[in-house]
T-cell receptor, first 111, second 114 residues
Framework: DAGITQSPRYKITETGRQVTLMCHQTWSHSYMFWYRQDLGHGLRLIYY???????DKGEVPDGYVVSRSKTENFPLTLESATRSQTSVYFCASRGVAETQYFGPGTRLLVL | AQSVTQLGSHVSVSEGALVLLRCNYS??????LFWYVQYPNQGLQLLLK??????LVKGINGFEAEFKKSETSFHLTKPSAHMSDAAEYFCAVSLSGGYQKVTFGIGTKLQVIP
């Protein structure tokens, strides 16, 4: 399927566990982004990537790790999940004129 | 640096009434401006964008927005609200000239009353 997909769509985990959220895009966009969406905060940038093997921190990177070995994939890992990381996570890629295209999101609950 | 402020986290309108969602921005250089819409349990979808061409921008679903540099505003309007317009709307700003990050507002939830 063309576009941008995320998996899983829903995830429940426990405090201290490692969790990886997957993101895949089919446009070969260079730039990709991870956001978290929380009530009252809108979308906050966690990490972004300019190309394969090039990543950089966003506004709220603590507790998260990213990698990008292939242009089309941009996984986000929570190394040791905390309750404050309960959120909805969105992956996006950037097209022409700074336009971002979003995946459907992953709802993560950390117990 | 750039920032965006959305005035009103919740807006209610009657079906058929004018929709007006307010957005003010701050930018050190000419900005790109966006409105995104988010329906429940979905990702954000681009409604329209301003990229320094016409100041009145038309988007999907009958929405439009006007870039007013003197007021640093980019308000979203629709002449007649439809029930299907109920969603959350996000204003966003990015610097032009190749700067890659987009800053989003906190969102305005639009309720349409039948």
């Amino acid at each position: 399927d063309a576009g941008i997909t995320q998996s899983p769509r829903y995830k429940i985990t426990e405090t201290g566990r490692q969790v990886t959220l997957m993101c895949h895009q089919t446009w070969s966009h260079s730039y990709m982004f991870w956001y978290r969406q929380d009530l009252g905060h809108g979308l906050r940038l966690i990490y972004y990537s300019a190309a394969a093997d090039i990543t950089d921190k966003g506004e709220v990177p603590d507790g998260y790790v990213v990698s990008r070995s292939k242009t089309e994939n941009f996984p986000l890992t929570l190394e040791s999940a905390t309750r404050s990381q309960t959120s909805v996570y969105f992956c996006a890629s950037r097209g022409v004129a700074e336009t971002q295209y979003f995946g459907p999101g992953t709802r993560l609950l950390v117990l | 640096a750039q920032s965006v402020t959305q005035l009103g986290s919740h807006v209610s309108v009657s079906e058929g009434a004018l929709v007006l969602l307010r957005c003010n921005y701050s930018s050190s250089v000419p900005p790109y401006l966006f409105w995104y819409v988010q329906y429940p349990n979905q990702g954000l979808q681009l409604l329209l964008k301003y990229t320094s061409a016409a100041t009145l921008v038309k988007g999907i679903n009958g929405f439009e927005a006007e870039f007013k540099k003197s007021e640093t505003s980019f308000h979203l309007t629709k002449p007649s609200a439809h029930m299907s317009d109920a969603a959350e709307y996000f204003c966003a700003v990015s610097l032009s000239g190749g700067y890659q990050k987009v800053t989003f507002g906190i969102g305005t939830k639009l309720q349409v009353i039948p």
